[in-house]
């Protein structure tokens, strides 16, 4: 954000790449959208007129607003590791955590659950209506080589099959 030429960089990389722009998702955390709220909206809303989708991350970390909600071209909302941690050990945390799926359904955003580490966390999130769920229970970091490597195989063997 504090970058003037970032709009530029990105118009560019989309045109050197023959990127498709509605295949990009680009993520702020909720920090940096509060500190840089002014210069964030027209970027934002730049980036999204390209048709690039723009994600919240980390909500519920910092001064969480559900007005930047409102006021932001925001398209994913990307829950903390935090609320899905307290799992099965705190109920108060599970109904804010429910709410604030609810909350982002309603305004048609995709919910992204990160810090996905067991199967009950993956089961109470998709029951509550996450879209989307990251985090160990499905994989550790990787080296961008061995992703290939895995995803190559995988689509190999699906393909075979079919």
């Not at 790449?17 to 909206?41: C, D, M, P, Y």
């Amino acid at each position: 954000i504090r970058n003037n030429c970032f709009l530029a960089e990105v118009k560019k990389a989309l045109q050197d790449f023959a990127l498709n722009s509605q295949h990009i998702e680009l993520a702020i955390t909720e920090n940096a959208l509060i500190r840089a709220s002014g210069v964030a909206g027209d970027l934002l809303a730049a980036l999204s007129s390209l048709g690039i989708a723009i994600a919240l991350d980390d909500f519920g970390t910092g001064y969480s607003s559900i007005q930047h909600l409102k006021s932001f071209p925001i398209d994913v909302l990307k829950i903390d590791k935090e609320f899905v941690s307290a799992i099965g050990r705190d109920a108060a945390h599970e109904k804010l955590l429910t709410a604030i799926i609810k909350f982002a359904k309603a305004l048609d955003l995709t919910v992204v659950a990160e810090g996905i580490e067991t199967q009950a966390q993956a089961q109470f999130c998709q029951v509550a209506g996450c879209d989307l769920l990251q985090g160990y229970y499905y994989s550790r970091p990787i080296p961008a080589d061995d992703f290939a490597a895995i995803f190559l195989t995988r689509n190999c063997a699906q393909a075979s099959n079919h």
